[in-house]
């Protein structure tokens, strides 16, 4: 069992920044990539940036320049810093990470609750 736990979300002016982070514990033998992704209500799902154990990044041209993903493999912890915020990047912010508990297991994809994003105009 796992569970990533994300904090960091808020209320931010347009043109201001914040940092999220997302914590992942329990019985973990080793993570994968770990991701943010964004869901405005009545819209899809979509993926803001992915960062792999080494460190490669991919990021959806929206926030290209903007966000910056990284993590800390000794804490299971990844990070997205969030600068020059737009109203249009107000959303719910899901971290999830690709987590095996044992040296044999596969891969399994984990999620977190969500936090919550507004940047006001």
């Known amino acids: 069992q796992v569970q990533l736990v994300e904090s960091g979300g808020g209320l931010v002016q347009a043109g201001g920044s914040l940092r999220l982070s997302c914590a992942a514990s329990g019985n973990i033998y080793s993570i994968n990539a770990m991701g943010w992704y964004r869901q405005a209500p009545g819209k899809q799902r979509e993926l803001v940036a992915i960062?792999?154990?080494?460190?490669?990044?991919n990021y959806a041209d929206s926030v290209l320049g903007r966000f910056t993903i990284s993590r800390d493999n000794a804490k299971n912890t990844v990070y997205l810093q969030m600068s020059s915020l737009k109203p249009e990047d107000t959303d719910v912010y899901y971290c999830?990470?690709?987590?095996?508990?044992?040296?044999?297991?596969?891969?399994?994809?984990?999620w977190g609750q969500g936090t919550q994003v507004t940047v006001s105009s």
């Open positions: 999830n990470a690709d987590i095996r508990y044992c040296g044999w297991c596969n891969y399994r994809t984990n």
């Open positions: 960062i792999t154990y080494g460190g490669s990044t």
